[in-house]
T-cell receptor
Framework: AQSVSQHNHHVILSEAASLELGCNYS??????LFWYVQYPGQHLQLLLK??????LVKGIKGFEAEFIKSKFSFNLRKPSVQWSDTAEYFC???????????FGKGTKLSVKP | EAQVTQNPRYLITVTGKKLTVTCSQN?????MSWYRQDPGLGLRQIYY???????DKGDVPEGYKVSRKEKRNFPLILESPSPNQTSLYFC???????????????FGPGTRLTVL
């Protein structure tokens, strides 16, 4: 069965620090990969997605992610975080015989002003 | 405006009292899904529907029912709620049930359910 691992449960950064959130998945075939963000009290919003092509994907609000097939990874990055990036971030994978999304357990990001 | 709506947004109920959480989308999406979100567990899929009258169990279906009589609606039914169903519930939809192309899911605002 597919699974998604997000390595960090809670990350605390100061404003302007660089961010990298890890995501690894378990499926060996063709996958579609997503990062969603959930701001406090809100629903999930898509940050970026990878289907094929350039493994470096750019999303909204200055986020990007790199798909490394050999490492089964899809890490999320941002060069300089802002206080408004405080949220929970979820990695999700779709692959195999199912069309369903499998979510990681999420990483809470707290950015100190 | 394209959106997924859920009602109610907040609900406090008691054990055993049947309840329904409605979900509706106005994007003509074929695929709809229910998730529950619990601290430290992320989102887990309860049920999904690939189209009208086609539903299937997700990872945590016990204690829930769904129906898909119309394309736009996908209600979640708790016949006899229990305290372990206290959670935050999200409905989502996507254009179609796909393995390959553009199956981005759009999420509703969430329903916070407390079962006493």
């Amino acid at each position: 069965a597919q699974s998604v691992s997000q390595h960090n449960h809670h990350v605390i950064l100061s404003e302007a620090a660089s961010l990298e959130l890890g995501c690894n998945y378990s499926y060996g075939g063709t996958v579609n990969l997503f990062w969603y963000v959930q701001y406090p009290g809100q629903h999930l919003q898509l940050l970026l997605k990878y289907f094929s092509g350039d493994p470096l994907v750019k999303g909204i609000k200055g986020f990007e992610a790199e798909f490394i097939k050999s490492k089964f990874s899809f890490n999320l990055r941002k060069p300089s975080v802002q206080w408004s990036d405080t949220a929970e971030y979820f990695c999700a994978v779709n692959g195999g015989s199912q069309g369903n999304l499998i979510f990681g357990k999420g990483t809470k990001l707290s950015v100190k002003p | 405006e394209a959106q997924v709506t859920q009602n109610p947004r907040y609900l406090i109920t008691v054990t055993g009292k049947k309840l329904t959480v409605t979900c509706s989308q106005n994007m003509n999406h074929e695929y709809m899904s229910w998730y529950r979100q619990d601290p430290g567990l992320g989102l887990r899929q309860i049920y999904y529907s690939m189209n009208v009258e086609v539903t299937d169990k997700g990872d945590v279906p016990e204690g829930y029912k769904v129906s898909r009589k119309e394309k736009r609606n996908f209600p979640l039914i708790l016949e006899s709620p229990s305290p372990n169903q206290t959670s935050l519930y999200f409905c989502a939809s996507s254009p179609r049930f796909l393995r390959g192309k553009n199956n981005e899911q759009f999420f509703g605002p969430g329903t916070r359910l407390t079962v006493l």
